[in-house]
């Protein structure tokens, strides 16, 4: 439960709504660069997008708490896998259309639910189940939708950008839950330091590529300034200040918006048709996700325990 007000409720339901809107131009800004390596523009990206957010990262926090938020081992393993996100994110959307890029990421809360058990403690319920069944149904059809080598290859990267999707926000409750239990304070920095180290890994992995293959025209720069300005950075800014005003499932909600609109765009800028055994796996994993988010959970929910033990 949130004890935030009506009105601090519906402008954080809008500053979700626009970084859902924010973050479907991702693959349009990516197929405006055609003549751009996907490593340049990865790379390029993230340094753009990591400056931004550092301005504001220094602001909400004194040096000594972000010192202290970078000795955190969670803190890197989450920049790490937010790293991998965005830089596999590029490389799918080259590699294969923007809708299956996005679409494919968007398994990522599947993987949440199944790893839940194990690392959070968190059971999953029958209808969690069911949607994981859904899920893999639709990227069964993602890949007899897309029968050339590299669609193929653009689907199996967009899944490893999923893992980093997934593993965000699993590590950044992690970290919460470490806090806690070592009696430290609450540190409302850490997601957005996090998320800055990513961009800062991101483009330090991308530099080889970005200087042998550097954008070449005026137009190019200004496409990958707007990705890390207004793809990246702002989003992730107005959903961190968002989140906190809302229940969790509510924005979840909110925020399935960026998987349907991504491919329209592309669709409306460039007349990228995506295949029809795409359009139907991303409308049942659109489907699965929204489904496993808004479903309350009742005593009544049959559950799927995990037979694993945590370490």
Not at 292 to 305: E, L, M, S, Y
Request: charged share 15%; hydrophobic share 55%; with cysteine.
């Amino acid at each position: 439960m949130t004890s935030a007000s009506p009105e601090e409720r519906s402008r954080a339901r809008l500053l979700v709504l626009g970084a859902a809107v924010l973050w479907s131009t991702g693959g349009l800004g990516i197929k405006h660069l055609p003549a751009c390596d996907a490593l340049t523009i990865a790379g390029l990206r993230a340094v753009v997008a990591g400056l931004v957010m550092a301005a504001v990262v220094v602001r909400l926090a004194s040096r000594e708490r972000l010192v202290a938020i970078l000795r955190r081992k969670r803190v890197w393993a989450g920049a790490t896998s937010y790293a991998l996100m965005v830089v596999c994110f590029v490389l799918a959307a080259k590699l294969t259309t923007a809708a299956n890029a996005i679409l494919i990421q968007y398994t990522a809360p599947i993987y949440v639910a199944l790893v839940s058990p194990a690392l959070l403690g968190e059971k999953v319920t029958l209808r969690d189940a069911l949607a994981i069944v859904a899920t893999l149904a639709g990227m069964v059809l993602f890949f007899m939708g897309d029968l050339s080598g590299a669609g193929r290859l653009g689907n199996v990267v967009a899944i490893v950008s999923s893992f980093g999707f997934a593993g965000l926000p699993v590590l950044l409750r992690l970290e919460d839950r470490a806090r806690r239990a070592e009696g430290l304070p609450d540190e409302p920095a850490t997601p957005l330091a996090t998320m800055t180290l990513g961009n800062a890994i991101a483009a330090a992995v991308c530099l080889p590529h970005t200087f042998a293959a550097p954008p070449t025209t005026l137009p190019e720069v200004a496409v990958i300034g707007a990705l890390g300005t207004f793809q990246i950075a702002i989003p992730y800014l107005l959903y961190a200040r968002a989140v906190r005003a809302l229940p969790a499932l509510e924005s979840s909600l909110i925020a399935s918006i960026e998987p349907i609109l991504a491919p329209i765009w592309v669709f409306l800028s460039i007349g990228e048709r995506p295949s029809a055994g795409a359009l139907a796996g991303g409308a049942i994993i659109v489907a699965a996700v929204t489904f496993q988010a808004v479903q309350k959970r009742t005593p009544a929910d049959a559950t799927v325990t995990s037979s694993s033990t945590s370490s």
